[in-house]
């Protein structure tokens, strides 16, 4: 079975800075496409920012509350994406979730399959 675990939150004063790590597991054969997003306590989830992987390269897209102050990357030897956040701010504070898609040898039958899963998210807290 395919698993996301997210870490790296904290709690951290505006202006800080944070870096979120996501490990992907599972029979892992190829990961497609791999994203963070972020809810707030009686907000929806909302989309923080994605890594997708393309003939000439990683194209990253960033929603526009964290465009310039986000960065999110990912290590391909080790299924692992990242998130940095810098300049910090109250409105930052929320569960980030990982979330990823691509092919897992874990499908319970002989043949590979898609796999689409999130992590439990790790909490980020910048107190205001």
């Known amino acids: 079975q395919v698993q996301l675990v997210e870490s790296g939150g904290g709690s951290v004063a505006a202006g800080g800075s944070l870096r979120l790590s996501c490990v992907v597991s599972?029979?892992?054969?190829?990961?497609?496409?791999m994203a963070w997003y972020r809810q707030a306590p009686g907000k929806e989830r909302e989309f923080v920012a994605t890594i997708v992987s393309g003939d000439s390269g990683a194209v990253m897209e960033y929603s526009h509350s964290v465009k310039g102050r986000f960065t999110i990357s990912r290590d391909y030897a080790e299924n692992t994406v990242y998130l940095q956040m810098n300049r910090l701010q109250a409105e930052d504070t929320a569960v980030y979730l990982c979330?990823?898609?691509?092919?897992?040898?874990?499908?319970?039958?002989?043949?590979?399959?898609?796999?689409?899963?999130w992590g439990q998210g790790t909490q980020v807290t910048v107190p205001s």
């Open positions: 599972g029979g892992i054969l190829r990961i497609d496409h």
């Open positions: 979330n990823a898609n691509g092919l897992t040898t874990q499908t319970g039958t002989p043949f590979p399959g898609r796999f689409d899963s």
